[in-house]
């Protein structure tokens, strides 16, 4: 079990730890490159999402940073 109130990491080595780091009940999760994510079933109650881009290509990539935000919506 790990001890430790705050996490900060890159989103490769949260790819690399999603095994061990998965199995915790978060309270927060703060996401840089949030671009990068493609998985919403996040069931975290609290999400702030850091990008600078946005939209790299299209409209549909911020539908995914917004339904990553709003799942059910």
Known sequence: QVKFHVLLTSYELITIDQAALGSIRW????VDEAHR?????SKIEHKLLLTGTPLQNNLEELFHLLNFLTPER
């Not at 309270?27 to 703060?30: D, I, K, P, R, T």
């Not at 994510?37 to 079933?41: D, E, I, P």
Request: net charge positive.
């Open 27 to 30: 309270a927060c999760l703060v």
């Open 37 to 41: 994510l493609k998985n919403n079933q």
